[in-house]
């Protein structure tokens, strides 16, 4: 509820947001919630993970290049803050990018303005950028790895999602909701001792694994309540006591 509250309050500010926590809780979903409801909704959203390109990727994919910069290049490319135009640009797992890109984003984030790769053009920009990490970005500032000043601008508005475990009673709300959006057929519920089984487990993989497990028990039983029988049967986990 307090993250609710502040995406109702940060969702038309022009201000960089930086969205904490562990992989598979739902930082994605939180960029989105702030990018749909807010003033730039009918604006395009953008969704990068800054750990699935090599570095040199990673500027063409954020900055864009032009021809000859590099071996491939054979046209000009517009990067996605160019692309974005006045939409929401969300960067994951933003502690991935090394220094030099830092230093190239950090300009981006201040200037409001992008150089292509291999260019020589200043280019106006103006979407928003929504970040995210599940790393201890204090630490790898601590270690030199990440910019401090580059932290400084992405946290204005810092949100911190907790993992699963350490709010339990959101479970079944989550279960109900993942039968309704993946069952297909018949109105289908997860038994209470099963719900219960369920808040037992500490969910490493959070909101990710849940939904993945509620899918594989759909999908494998074929009766109207899905019991702890169901789950020995389709065995996926073992539980960790808290």
Known sequence: EKIFKTIERV???????????????????????????GVRSKEPFFAENCGAFTETLLESELFGYVRGAFTGAVSDRMGIFELAGDG????????????????????????????????????????????????????????????EDLYYRLSV?????????????????LIRHFIKKHEKGEAREFSKGLVEYFKKYNWPGNIR??????????????????????LAENRMMDIEMR
């Open 209 to 230: 694994e849940l939904e993945n497990d509620v899918v594989r028990l759909l999908t494998l039983s074929d009766n109207v309540i899905i019991d702890e029988k169901d």
């Open 88 to 147: 929401t640009i969300f960067l994951d797992e933003i502690g991935e990018m090394n220094n030099d890109t830092q230093k190239r984003f950090l300009r981006v984030i201040q200037e409001k303005e992008v150089r292509r790769v291999g260019g020589d053009k200043l280019i106006k920009v103006n979407s928003r950028v929504i970040c995210a990490t599940n790393r201890d970005l204090s630490k790898m500032i601590a270690d030199g790895t990440f910019r």
């Open 157 to 173: 508005i810092e949100i911190n999602v907790p993992p699963l475990r350490e709010r339990r009673e959101d479970i079944p709300l």
């Open 11 to 37: 969702k038309d500010s022009d201000f960089p947001v930086l969205i904490t926590g562990e992989s598979g809780v739902g930082k994605e979903l939180i960029a989105r919630a702030i990018h749909y409801s």
